[in-house]
């Protein structure tokens, strides 16, 4: 029978796991946001494609350096999920 604690720790860990993923990919482009802003507001430059492409670069950058560590991740989260529906055991 599943108890209904285990359910909300298992959705408290799967939003964890979400907020750690997706963390370094946002924080760049929030540092690299804001740099491109001030920068636009220094120079009085409004050019859309200013904004865009180097936050693209950064985040994809930033994915590539982040990727070992957001798997590591999942793979963690997956394996302990994996471990919880095999100790549940024939009774389901």
Request: charged share 10%; proline share 4%; glycine share 8%.
């Amino acid at each position: 029978m599943l108890n209904e604690n285990i359910v909300m720790e298992i959705g408290q860990q799967a939003i964890w796991v979400i907020i750690k993923t997706g963390a370094p990919t946002m924080l760049v482009a929030l540092v690299i946001g804001l740099m491109i802003s001030l920068l636009q507001a220094l120079t009085q430059v409004q050019e859309m494609t200013l904004t865009f492409v180097p936050k693209i670069l950064a985040m994809f950058l930033a994915l590539v350096v982040a990727m070992p560590f957001m798997l590591a991740t999942l793979i963690g989260f997956t394996e302990d999920l994996y471990a919880r529906i095999g100790g549940l055991g024939p009774g389901l």
